[in-house]
């Protein structure tokens, strides 16, 4: 997970998670549009797990 990537999760979740897919990309959008908090966890998340 590259320090860009991390900034990017910050400032806006889905574009960070672009390359992991659609679901993953949904999935953070739907979640940044129910609160910013959660958008950026699940951005993280998705990051980190797929190293």
Known sequence: M???R???SILF???AV???GCGSM???FLLTLCGWVPGVI???I???KNK
Request: neutral net charge.
């Open 26 to 28: 949904l999935i953070v």
């Open 46 to 48: 998705i990051l980190n």
């Open 6 to 8: 991390v900034i990017l």
């Open 42 to 44: 699940a951005a993280l």
């Open 18 to 20: 672009y390359d992991r």
């Open 2 to 4: 590259s320090f860009l």
């Open 13 to 15: 979740p889905p574009l």
